[in-house]
């Protein structure tokens, strides 16, 4: 059960009450939970006696010291501006540091000159009756233990009440990651005996130790060294009580919309629509302060742009998809996940989850669009990306949705159907074929389904060749086939039909590729057209392109194009080939890239303006940096 923070607050007060009490407190939550925030705004103002130090970037014990000095004497009431770095004070008519410690401490002045942090703090203060708080112990650059044991010298001898404001799981990492590349290349050896079990090979009289796998030489690091072992020892010692820290979630978001929404029908559709962040926000188990703050300023843009398109009736289910779309990609890529690679170059998916699994609930998966990573990973929304994208939603989800009388709807649940029942509907779904490619992989799933199950093999082959055909004569160039399967027999059904699919899809996409590229360059403004088809969408990328194009016809464009074009060209060179790795991906443009600076080259450009040679002159300079490129490695 999460405690409120008044209760935190009560235990805390209880603890601190306690003279018997002799052990230390632990409030653990997650990096930008507010638990920070809590502790300097709910706690210090609670109990007066309280001193706040932070640990974070601290090297040495005496750094803690010499904190805790500075708190203590910051908080004293004679003390009206903080101390310096340099160990200057500043305020209440002191000319010096000792002069104010001599004050403060009762110490004279010839004994505080001499006398450092950590001695003071031993012998001269009494701090007994005070509450330290040290926070950020995961961000110390001092060994855990050695701190817990200095925080456990308090505790224990003088009597001091300690929280420790931490992100435990952080700490168990940091244990384990000191020098962490020296630990595995000493636990590589198979000679030492790490009590594991042996594969013993049946035919062979030895036991016979196979190569360790990367989950095994964790194991051993974490056993030979022992540090997280350590860390739990010394807890068990120190922390008599661990507190998580677990924000309410409704409070910051209504501190959030009250404070940091400026925009009014922004936060109008925000307050409609709190329910849903929350309860998205608490399935990706996310609390943290800065990614919420993140994820609404950046849904903000899209929210303006959705507004100015005006989808009318669609308006509601475009912004709801494209704000969990938002929350779900803020959360993932906050956590350090290249969510490019969620969408894999689609469109759009109406089955992303956070894992690759592809056995999930239904519940983990939402609706991702392209332009939406793309903004988040770029910060610059491409308002034509925007557009393409959410028009082709609309029309293939909502627009050509199938009628809810269809034969489809009723397979969709064949396993609660009688043979004679799936067959009737098999049969007039091939008898009155009508499907868009946007309901194939359903198709699939219902497909692969019935084949596990053995039922009416040429009644699923004869639909199946009706959707290639259909792929065929429309030229389907894209399909996401992620879907939604429970059983591991039929997920690898599909995956085979929709392997088959795919060779299909791939090939139209070849195909109409390169039918764009030859209507580019038999048409006018050629270069600036292949600059656009690249740029705005990455058409080109991937499946060769100086291999596609007629090099007879790119001499005849630069002959008579206007000097812009061969710019636009050498933009569009510059960016296919952008990596210095293009030998992997496009040795299949080297022969037309040769041809290409050959015929430039032996081009008559005496009637050329010097704009124009001046064009070609950089365009041919860049043509051969891209074809030695392809020739490294010969």
Wanted: hydrophobic share 35%.
């Amino acid at each position: 059960m999460n405690l409120s923070e008044e209760e935190i607050i009560e235990i805390i007060k209880t603890y601190y009450s306690d003279v018997n009490s002799q052990y230390a407190i632990l409030l653990n939550g997650e990096w930008g939970c507010g638990k920070t925030y809590f502790v300097k705004n709910k706690i210090l103002a609670e109990i007066n006696d309280s001193v706040y130090v932070s640990l974070y970037g601290l090297s040495n014990t005496s750094d803690i010291s010499k904190k805790i000095l500075y708190s203590i004497m910051n908080k004293n009431m004679k003390i009206n501006k903080k101390i310096k770095k340099g160990g200057k004070i500043l305020g209440a008519g002191y000319r010096s540091f000792s002069s104010a410690i001599s004050s403060i401490f009762k110490i004279p002045l010839p004994d505080a000159k001499s006398i450092d942090a950590t001695e003071l703090m031993s012998n001269f203060i009494d701090v007994s009756k005070k509450l330290i708080i040290f926070d950020d112990l995961e961000r110390v650059n001092i060994p855990i233990n050695e701190v817990l044991g200095f925080i456990n010298d308090y505790v224990e001898h003088k009597n001091v009440k300690c929280i420790i404001v931490a992100n435990e799981n952080e700490i168990e990492k940091l244990n384990i990651d000191n020098n962490y590349e020296l630990k595995i290349i000493s636990c590589l050896d198979n000679n030492i005996e790490y009590g594991e079990k042996k594969k013993v090979n049946s035919w062979q009289s030895n036991d016979t130790v196979t190569k360790p796998k990367i989950e095994d030489i964790k194991k051993r690091v974490n056993k030979t060294y022992n540090t997280e072992n350590k860390y739990k020892l010394i807890k068990e010692k120190l922390i008599g009580k661990t507190i998580d820290y677990v924000p309410n979630l409704e409070k910051i978001i209504n501190n959030l919309l009250e404070n940091h929404v400026k925009n009014k029908k922004y936060y109008e559709y925000l307050k409609s629509q709190k329910s849903l962040l929350v309860g998205t926000l608490k399935k990706d188990i996310c609390c943290n302060i800065r990614t919420i703050i993140f994820l609404l300023n950046e849904y903000e843009i899209i929210f303006n742009q959705i507004k100015k398109q005006k989808y009318e009736e669609k308006e509601n289910r475009i912004l709801e998809l494209t704000f969990i779309n938002t929350i779900h990609m803020s959360v993932l890529l906050k956590n350090g996940v290249e969510i490019k690679q969620k969408l894999n170059g689609a469109k759009y998916s109406g089955a992303t989850s956070f894992t690759d699994d592809g056995l999930q609930k239904m519940t983990d998966y939402f609706t991702a669009f392209d332009f939406i990573s793309d903004y988040l990973c770029s910060s610059s929304l491409n308002l034509s990306q925007m557009k393409k994208t959410l028009n082709q939603y609309i029309t293939v989800e909502i627009e050509n949705a199938l009628p809810n009388d269809d034969p489809y709807f009723n397979l969709e649940a064949y396993w609660e159907l009688e043979d004679s029942e799936i067959k009737e509907y098999l049969d007039k779904m091939i008898k009155n074929f009508h499907y868009g490619y946007q309901v194939f992989p359903k198709l699939l799933r219902i497909i692969s389904g019935l084949e596990v199950i053995g039922l009416f093999p040429d009644y699923i082959e004869q639909l199946v060749d009706l959707m290639k055909k259909s792929l065929v004569d429309n030229k389907v160039d894209y399909i996401d086939f992620h879907t939604m399967l429970n059983d591991q027999k039929t997920v690898d059904v599909y995956n085979e039909y929709s392997k088959e699919f795919n060779e299909i899809i791939n090939q139209n996409r070849s195909k109409n590729s390169s039918d764009t590229i030859v209507t580019i360059l038999l048409s006018e403004n050629w270069g600036e057209k292949f600059y656009n088809l690249y740029i705005k969408n990455n058409v080109i990328h991937g499946e060769g392109f100086l291999n596609k194009l007629d090099v007879n016809l790119i001499i005849e464009n630069i002959k008579k194009c206007p000097t812009k074009d061969i710019f636009y060209f050498k933009y569009t060179i510059d960016n296919v080939y952008h990596f210095g790795n293009i030998r992997d991906f496009y040795m299949m443009d080297r022969e037309n890239l040769e041809l290409l600076i050959k015929r430039i080259n032996e081009m008559n450009k005496n009637k050329f303006g010097k704009t124009k040679i001046y064009a070609l002159d950089l365009l041919t300079e860049t043509l051969n940096e891209k074809l030695e490129l392809l020739k490294t490695g010969d």
